[in-house]
């Protein structure tokens, strides 16, 4: 009755890595036990469904679950999930017909199925009164009463490490319906992807979709407008083009925003508080740092009727504005003062040198420290987000993202805008953006996907000829069979090249994006062209990514939130930088000889691009972020469970009130 | 128990005008009976406490209500109240100790008690089964059974009138407390304004009390500014001046949405719930009208749950938006292409008369005129607001202050522009902004205090003079004491000079702050000593109004609104305007010989304003629009219903599906 086909057939997705053991332990030794024997029963006594794969070089036991523990683990963690009246109720495994499954009809997203798994896995503690001597390959670990058996076995460096292992079913599906599915250009399988990858990615793929589909308006018009010759009223287009860029690329956020709320609606996500729980859950998990304000905050919480409990939350409110300024603005002026010379004396030597050896001698040395740069700057946004009173641990990334986009803001535009300015120069300009966009796209597009198959089959070509060196001699087995969970093993993590600590691998893709965004935006009225090449790119990028996904790395560890967070900021940032930047660009072309006289045509430019920041925020108004179905749905709910215990509710509360007179009195 | 001294010591707060019976009445009648006399006894039997006064041309009866009735009452609206856990539930008079009371100790708010008495006094019918008849001075009404007595009385006149009566003791407490207590400056009781008159009016109160005192700073620097002579510096100065003004407008707006979102919560309003709520309540009160649009969104609402009600909404919403936008589109495009030419030549014709007579005249003539335009232009805002798919009337009275502003923003700044742009001499343009500021307020003060009392002044001249007439000849009392009630009858409405199906007195109260804030902003660099003629009006302001709501006009009715609605996006425009503004007039002051070429100087100023406007949307995402106490508040209030009867929600849930299978089944 709980529990339909797909959950019934129970997928492994944990993996747990051991030492293989060399075969020189003794066994009958009273005292101590093997530890990968004493574990795998320790996982079964759980509830969970164990299997042992011995590889080349380690051990694997891969982990799955049945329903009912997955369910009891989630009872335990006083998970909220939707019920079918809508609004978010502490799981409990008896009224399981209460909740309301995902859209594949399964009972427990992938997010909430993983955070169970650790909190059944991590759980496991000495429940005997003496302590158990436990030894794997030569190393000895004592698990004394009390204390979680995979902290102890990881801390001595038995558990090498625990990951999420990709169901192979449900892979090649994907694999079928999503990354091969070439032909469906921007329509992907987005629950599926939830389903299998947790929301976060999920939400990623769905704005790279919309994006891609909304793309092809202006990709359109770009190239008409690249393509026919205008004459003398190539300036009006141009404007014209730029007015309406500007206005589709913001009723574009609009729109995504509105999508994104059907999203988390459909997902059973209950934003904000979704990522509050979701962080909650995985405490302690990508973070082992607590920031001392958040543990003011949950003593503030308690006592918030008091008047001094108000004050405590107003200091808390404004220390954290004051840190997040200070961070900032730290970060703004550092960028200004160090990175701004440093990218402009770049691209003036570059403009300066004449032979092409120096020239790309120069390149590849700024290519090398603009690498060295950002890690550098990744680093010290991630220590300076650290000592910031963010809510959650998305939040915290939010704010990493913002520090890191400035400085790849900068190396990517000041350059161009350096050529653009100097030379006035539109045929030049325009050849140095395709060169970018051509050169990025393809290269990033690349890397991207051969870096990772590369890194892999590099381990796998050392786990391979160690375990030939090891053997040599021996008669064993030859054939080099490696088992799934090794190859997964094997394979690299989803993470991003700098700022681990607070990002996966989304950064990445997210940041291509956004500076693709900008790209096109910022210099849409010498470029309209460009369009088009973005739209292609996209199309690729949806499968290529898919793919990196799905065959490439390991499966990523999923993320309570379901928004693409910071990144819709950026975006809306990158929209009003390119109002300034394509107007700027339209006086140079408007003004040949550099009078810089006030002219008729100067003024309608200058008042075009007020017009157009109003349009900007006029529109974010007209559009309202959330559907008004949503809204209507939501309070109902509200009211819903308010009508469904009011007296009781009003006859506790009075109740409780009688009482506490009843108290004072006495 | 059920009550305080406050609540005790019942108030009459209702008054019902009847016409004097004239004595000619022939007793006896078996069939009809005294009409006033039935009314009178329906109200005792409804358990509300009567007072009837006699007065020179009417009768009036004064109601007053035990608390009980009116919890009852409160009971059959299905009021919502604030109960001591923090949500909103259903108000039932048993658990009255669960509901939480206001700043004052009462049970309810002004706007609760005023909806009680309504729905009692409308809600008497004749119980019995036969249709009584009525009479009243030779006019007679038919009580059919079923039929609401007030309904029927007022259709045929003989009820003139009911309206809320002033309750002397709170009255003469607060004239004392605020109205008269002149050297307080800004401080007001803003809790005894909200108990007495409701929370829209409290929030006017409120918002002019913190604007005052947020305006000392820029008056004490524009002061400086004028005063001292800073040589060749001074346009530097003048620049410093304009952006600090612009940071404190933005800071200011932010901090009062924070104060605001801290004052719904003391007046326990659940924005926008209550508004909602609210809104309900006084359903067909205000309007008589209840647009088609609204009748489908109640329908759409049973659906929600079904496609086809998410398409039904997503449809509605759309046409909503569309009707909005056409009906905006509309009166901008009427006021740029009707009332701007108009404006401007008026402006050029009083710049080209030469004789002051001429010039009096036409500013005569112009005045008279704009007086019949905002009347048309409200009239017919009124008339497309109702085509509006506004969620309430307080929405609906939102849009409709939009498009007004509009009339009034181009008739008071447009003028002084010409002037401005014309001239280009900051000498006459400041001369014509102390005229404008101290005439317009001056004058504005005095009609807004003095009209009233004119008014009431003369009505009770007729009065007393009709009086002497009938009673000529008679040997009857000589003295003409007038009671209280009739005295407030006889007062003005607190109405709105236009728009009075939307808007109360409010209006012309927020839009004399407006222009006045649009004046001092927008002229900010030419006329830095206006902000101190502000303030000083402004104190003064304050304590007028007061006394024209205590001692001039009628008790208003109150609005369910606590927030100073469109205002607040007024005020936002208001600095975004003053921006762009305050930037032309630094390039005329800059650029004294109208070369308009581009040099360091104005770049510098172009920079400037970009600047500015950034920081006017950064600083509104740095300030939060909700302090951290309140937002965690809400949440612990959330989760606690949630945790409060979590179990017994998930039973009824499951319950009810199982029921909803079992009967698919059947």
């Known amino acids: ?33 093997d530890c990968i024997e004493v574990l795998v029963e320790e996982f079964r006594k759980a509830g969970l469904i164990v299997d042992r794969v011995v590889g080349l070089q380690n051990e694997f036991i891969r982990l799955g679950s049945p329903l009912e523990t997955l369910g009891k683990a989630a009872a335990e963690l006083q998970l909220k999930k939707r019920t079918h009246i809508g609004v978010d109720l502490q799981f409990h495994w008896d009224e ?5 499954r995902q859209p594949d009809g399964s009972l427990f997203s992938w997010f909430e199925r993983y955070c169970c798994y650790r909190h059944i896995i991590y759980g496991i503690v000495n429940t005997s009164t003496s302590t158990v001597v436990l030894k794997s390959d030569g190393i000895e670990a004592h698990w004394e009463p009390g204390k979680p058996l995979l902290r102890i076995l990881e801390s001595v460096g038995i558990v090498k490490e625990v990951f999420p292992v990709h169901d192979e079913k449900k892979r090649k599906q994907l694999l079928r319906s999503w990354a091969l599915n070439w032909w469906d250009f921007t329509v992907q399988p987005i629950d599926d992807i939830c389903n299998y990858y947790g929301t976060k990615i999920a939400s990623y793929f769905a704005f790279l979709g919309m994006y891609t589909k909304w793309m092809l308006f202006p990709a359109a018009f770009g190239l008409t407008v690249q393509l026919v010759d205008f004459g003398s009223l190539q300036l009006f287009v141009l404007s014209a083009f730029f007015i309406s860029i500007v206005s589709w690329a913001v009723l574009f956020l609009q729109f995504w925003k509105r999508k994104n709320s059907a999203l988390l609606v459909r997902w059973q996500m209950n934003y904000p508080a979704g990522v509050d729980n979701g962080s909650r859950l995985l405490e302690g998990e990508w973070y082992q740092f607590q920031s001392p304000v958040e543990l003011m905050k949950k003593q503030g919480a308690e006592k918030t009727d008091k008047p001094r409990g108000k004050e405590a939350f107003q200091r808390e409110e404004w220390l954290g504005h004051f840190m997040r300024f200070r961070n900032d603005a730290m970060i703004i002026l550092s960028i200004i003062c160090l990175q701004l010379p440093f990218e402009l004396a770049f691209a003036h030597v570059y403009e300066v040198l004449r032979s092409d050896i120096s020239k790309f001698c120069l390149t590849a040395v700024y290519l090398f420290t603009i690498q060295y740069f950002n890690k550098i700057g990744g680093k010290i946004s991630v220590k300076l987000v650290k000592y910031e009173n963010n809510k959650n641990i998305e939040r915290r990334a939010d704010s990493w993202v913002y520090k890191v986009f400035g400085l790849y803001f900068m190396q990517s535009y000041i350059g161009i805008f350096y050529h653009a300015l100097l030379h006035r120069n539109i045929m030049t300009l325009r050849q140095v953006l395709i060169q970018r966009l051509i050169i990025s796209e393809v290269l990033e597009n690349m890397l991207e996907n051969s870096l990772p198959y590369l890194k892999y089959s590099f381990k796998k070509y050392r786990a391979v000829g160690n375990k030939r060196k090891r053997e040599k001699g021996r008669p064993s087995e030859k054939t080099q069979y490696m088992s799934r969970v090794e190859k997964e093993y094997l394979k690299p993590d989803y993470s991003a090249s700098i700022g681990e600590e607070l990002e996966d691998g989304l950064f990445d893709d997210f940041l291509e994006l956004a500076l693709q965004f900008g790209m096109i935006m910022m210099f849409a009225c010498v470029f309209p062209l460009g369009f088009a090449f973005a739209t ?131």
């Not at 040949?592 to 045509?601: A, E, L, N, V, Y």
Request: proline letters at 4%.
């Open 1 to 33: 009755m709980n529990g339909n086909g797909a959950e019934e057939e129970t997928a492994f997705e944990i993996g747990v890595v051991l030492p293989k053991s060399s075969g020189n332990y003794k066994h009958g030794d009273n005292k101590s036990s």
């Open 96 to 100: 399981v017909e209460a909740f309301e």
């Open 536 to 666: 292609l790119n996209n199309i690729t990028e949806i499968r290529t990514d898919a793919l990196k996904l799905l065959a490439m790395l390991r499966r990523p560890i999923p993320r309570p939130d379901a928004t693409i967070g910071a990144w819709l900021n950026i975006f809306q940032f990158l929209i009003v930088m390119s109002i300034c930047t394509n107007c700027i660009l339209l006086v140079c072309l408007y003004d040949r000889d550099g009078q810089w006289k006030i002219s008729p045509g100067l003024a309608a430019i200058l008042i075009m691009e007020h017009v157009l920041l109003l349009i900007k925020f006029v529109f974010s108004r007209i559009v309202p972020e959330e559907p008004a179905w949503i809204r209507a749905n939501r309070m109902k709910n509200a009211t819903h469970v308010h009508d469904m215990c009011s007296r009781q509710l009003l006859r506790s509360i009075s109740g409780e009130k009688i009482n506490a007179e009843l108290k004072k009195d006495e």
